[in-house]
């Protein structure tokens, strides 16, 4: 669930109709990596919504001075878990591979992701699971539950399905974070983005193939 804001006093208004703690981030295709931009506030309360629209507003525009902007999308936090990033990319021999990494938006720092051509099976999407240096992490933690790595597989498999049925289309897709909750509480999907490819792009694939 989450609300298209275009003003402080809409996006006060929606913080307080969610109840609890939000997301408050920039909706504009000129900037598809919204972290980078700083045009992400979270844990955002009645309190601070308007400081917060503010904020991410003004890092936006001071990152993509010439970026549409239509407005801040406002939804609730999901619960806390395990972070993961699960995207789609295009490589010119292999096609469209799935990746799968830990860590969220720390995934590069942690070095630890895995590749794999789509589509996969039930199989295949708990075997990527298990390749991952730190998957131990998804067992009991620190006094967490182990994580659901069931409902994990099943995103990996639609996903990889969606990316193998429109693969002409696509050019990347990109979940981050995904939050992995408890066993039996499924995932969270905080944050998505897909890239279209090109007239070009298509053209040029179409030749090397």
């Known amino acids: 669930m989450y609300t298209l804001a275009r003003s402080a006093a809409e996006v006060e208004a929606a913080v307080k109709a969610l109840g609890g703690a939000v997301a408050v981030k920039v909706q504009s295709g000129?900037?598809?990596?919204?972290?980078?931009?700083?045009?992400?506030?979270?844990n955002v309360s009645p309190?601070?919504?308007?400081?917060a629209y503010e904020r991410v507003l003004e890092n936006a525009k001071h990152f993509a001075p010439a970026a549409k902007i239509e407005g801040v999308v406002v939804q609730p936090m999901a619960p806390p878990g395990r972070e993961v990033i699960v995207?789609?990319?295009?490589?010119?021999?292999?096609?469209?591979?799935?990746?799968?990494?830990?860590?969220?938006?720390?995934?590069?720092?942690?070095n630890d992701a895995v590749l794999a051509p789509?589509?996969?099976?039930r199989e295949a999407a708990l075997a990527l699971i298990s390749?991952?240096?730190?998957?131990?992490?998804?067992?009991?933690?620190?006094?967490?539950?182990?994580?659901?790595?069931?409902?994990?597989a099943d995103l990996i498999v639609k996903l990889s399905q969606f990316?193998?049925?429109?693969?002409?289309?696509?050019?990347?897709?990109?979940l981050n974070p995904v939050i992995v909750h408890g066993k039996g509480d499924g995932v969270s999907v905080a944050d998505a983005l897909i890239l279209k490819r090109t007239l070009q792009q298509a053209e040029r694939g179409t030749a090397a193939g």
């Open 163 to 174: 990316a193998s049925d429109h693969a002409d289309d696509i050019a990347e897709v990109d």
């Open 47 to 51: 309190e601070n919504a308007r400081a």
């Open 87 to 110: 995207g789609i990319s295009r490589d010119k021999c292999w096609g469209s591979l799935l990746m799968l990494g830990l860590g969220g938006v720390l995934v590069e720092a942690l």
């Open 118 to 121: 789509v589509p996969l099976d």
């Open 131 to 152: 390749r991952l240096k730190c998957n131990v992490m998804f067992g009991p933690y620190r006094g967490m539950q182990p994580a659901d790595i069931e409902a994990l």
């Open 30 to 42: 000129d900037i598809p990596h919204k972290t980078e931009a700083g045009a992400v506030s979270l």
